[in-house]
């Protein structure tokens, strides 16, 4: 008799809650490594306003002598685990688990929770070339509000600048979409900083206009950053361009660019003019070409100073993707570390 009693009382109090939608997904993985040492790097640490890497042997590098487009800020907050002792191959495992809440009163406002939960190293091995940790937990939590195609997103310096959307930097965002066009602005009131970035289509041509006025997104580490792109698609071939402005800085690259589609085959070219008075067209150039059918995926890739990337990712089925990648990518400017090279192989499971 108690436990009936016990039952129809949760079941009134459950009554007068709404339920919200609750849903689980998440990646996992294991992979084989061989960085060339970049990882060994054994601490991050910030003393007077400028941030260094600790070598295994003791000694220390600043950030220019990491990366040339990287500030010493960015450098501190930037999410890749050091490793000590780490010259040849090693093992890393990861896992990244997100689970997201949702609910929508009856006057249409819907609120949505997001929590990312982590573990471990991934390495990224399509994009930076980096370790990325895996570690978030329940205090990083992702809440939104949204009405009317509008939404407004709370995450205390979890949200990325729309210029660079490597920099996690604010802590409010507002998206939407105005007789067309998709525009959102994020903000972070302590530190003042700010990005937009707006997007449409005039007469088939694709523009997009994104700007930051936090200095850690760019090179010189002063001032504001802003690029306006377009993009037309004739049939099999997309003709693009940008130019970008970053005060302070040479990094006012101009590009024009083209992609053309051959069956199962892509290849593209984008030749780049560099920032600064005698840049020219050509200067600088990226060629890339990939391959898609059933199970296997595949792509090339290689610039003017020869740093090239390939990549083969095989679905297993399942969820299961087997990748290998290999970069071998010059020192940066200026830099200590003898190269960016990369040999990676691993699982990566969906969930």
């Known amino acids: 008799m108690k436990r009936i009693l016990l039952t129809t009382t949760s079941l009134v109090l459950a009554a007068g809650v709404a339920q919200a939608d609750v849903t689980f ?6 992979a084989i490594i061989d960085d060339n040492g970049a990882s060994k790097a054994a601490a991050v640490t910030t003393a007077a306003g400028t941030s260094t890497l600790t070598t295994s042997t003791g000694g220390t590098v600043t950030a220019s002598a990491v990366t040339s487009s990287e500030t010493a800020a960015a450098l501190a907050t930037r999410k890749n685990t050091a490793r000590a002792t780490r010259d040849d191959m090693f093992f890393e495992s990861y896992y990244d688990l997100d689970i997201t809440a949702s609910a929508e009163s009856d006057n249409g406002v819907s609120v949505s929770l997001g929590l990312d939960l982590g573990g471990g190293n991934k390495i990224d091995y399509n994009d930076d070339d980096k370790l990325e940790a895996q570690g978030g937990t329940a205090t990083d939590a992702d809440v939104s509000v949204g009405y009317m195609g509008w939404t407004v997103a709370i995450d205390n310096n979890g949200i990325a600048d729309l210029y660079d959307g490597d920099i996690e930097n604010a802590d409010a965002s ?7 066009w998709a525009v959102a602005v994020t903000t972070d009131q302590d530190a003042s900083k700010s990005s937009y970035s707006v997007s449409g289509a005039v007469a088939g041509v694709t523009l997009t206009a994104t700007g930051s006025n936090d200095d850690s997104v760019h090179a010189s580490g002063t001032g504001s950053a802003s690029k306006l792109a377009a993009s037309y698609a004739m049939g099999d071939l997309t003709l693009s361009a940008s130019v970008a402005n970053e005060a302070g800085t040479a990094e006012d690259d101009s590009t024009l660019g083209l992609k053309y589609a051959m069956g199962d085959i892509t290849v593209g070219y984008t030749t ?6 005698s840049g020219k067209y050509g200067d600088e150039w990226d060629f890339s070409a990939a391959y898609a059918a059933g199970a296997v995926s595949a792509s090339f890739a290689i610039d003017e100073a020869d740093a090239t990337t390939i990549i083969v990712d095989y679905d297993l089925g ?15 400017t200026g830099g200590a570390v003898t190269d960016n090279d990369l040999v990676a192989m691993g699982l990566n499971f969906a969930f």
């Open 318 to 332: 399942g969820g299961v993707t087997a990748f290998a990648a290999m970069h071998d990518k010059p020192a940066p």
């Open 25 to 30: 997904s998440g990646t996992a993985g294991v």
């Open 272 to 277: 780049i003019k560099p920032g600064g008075t």
């Open 174 to 180: 507002l998206s939407g979409t105005i007789a067309g």
